[in-house]
């Protein structure tokens, strides 16, 4: 996606918008969680502002809604899954792209 901004789709992969900024309430945390494994029983608690702007959105939008998945590309190529889950924003490390 050469925009910047999200796409975000519903559960029927229908495009709902592009290129839009997420606005979201702030955590109430200061910290979120890095699942270890698939599961997510193994947890890591890493600061909440250690990653950029689409990182602190994803984490606001999963938080103020709990049943979304938010994949999140980073400008280095990185790619993250995040959402709540147990109470908690939990973000899964995936191989760079």
């Known amino acids: 996606m050469t925009v910047d901004g999200a796409l975000v ?3 029927q992969f229908e495009v709902v918008g592009f ?3 997420v606005r979201a309430p702030a955590l109430p945390t200061d910290w979120v969680q890095r ?7 193994q947890l890591q608690a890493e ?3 250690s990653g950029g702007t689409r990182h602190r ?16 590309v980073s400008q280095d190529g990185g790619v993250k899954f995040v959402r709540q889950q ?7 490390d995936q191989l760079p792209v």
Request: charged share 15%.
């Open 47 to 49: 600061p909440a502002n």
């Open 19 to 21: 290129g839009v900024e």
């Open 9 to 11: 789709l519903n559960k």
């Open 86 to 92: 147990a109470g908690h924003i939990i973000f899964w």
């Open 57 to 72: 959105a994803a984490y606001r939008l999963c938080q103020a809604e709990p049943n979304c998945l938010v994949l999140v």
């Open 35 to 41: 699942a270890l494994d698939p599961e997510a029983t």
